[in-house]
């Protein structure tokens, strides 16, 4: 097998650990220090922001969700008011309908009686 051979195993073993150690090196010296240095300066700034957040702007920030919420409910009611206009105006053109059928199916009884009337007179004659 190609991978145990001899001639080039120690070679290929030595490359693996150069490599291995280059990559620590570079993580621990390099790559982790300024990762860790990065983290905490975002904490700070996080701690300081949210400080600020919660002593200056608490009451803007109140102020706003009661304005959201008003605007929410207006809205909301508007919206209301308008469905029920719309399933009013849906029974109204119901009822609407329900007598023009009502009156359609009255006609079409009465030509169909007048047209058996003419039938039976033309048969009689």
């Not at 001639?7 to 693996?16: A, D, E, G, H």
């Not at 102020?63 to 469905?83: E, Q």
């Amino acid at each position: 097998m190609p991978q145990f051979d001899t001639f080039s195993f120690f070679s290929q073993l030595f490359w693996v650990f150069f490599g291995f150690l280059v990559l620590y090196v570079l993580l621990c010296f390099y790559l982790l220090p300024a990762l860790a240095t990065i983290l905490k300066i975002r904490r700070r700034k996080l701690t300081q922001v949210n400080a600020d957040s919660t002593s200056t702007n608490l009451l803007t920030t109140s102020n706003n969700m009661v304005n959201y919420t008003n605007t929410f409910i207006s809205d909301f009611n508007a919206k209301i008011g308008s469905i029920e206009t719309t399933s009013l105006q849906n029974t109204i053109l119901n009822s609407n309908l329900n007598s023009f059928s009502v009156t359609f199916e009255t006609s079409r009884e009465l030509n169909l009686t007048f047209l058996n009337q003419i039938r039976s007179t033309t048969l009689l004659a």
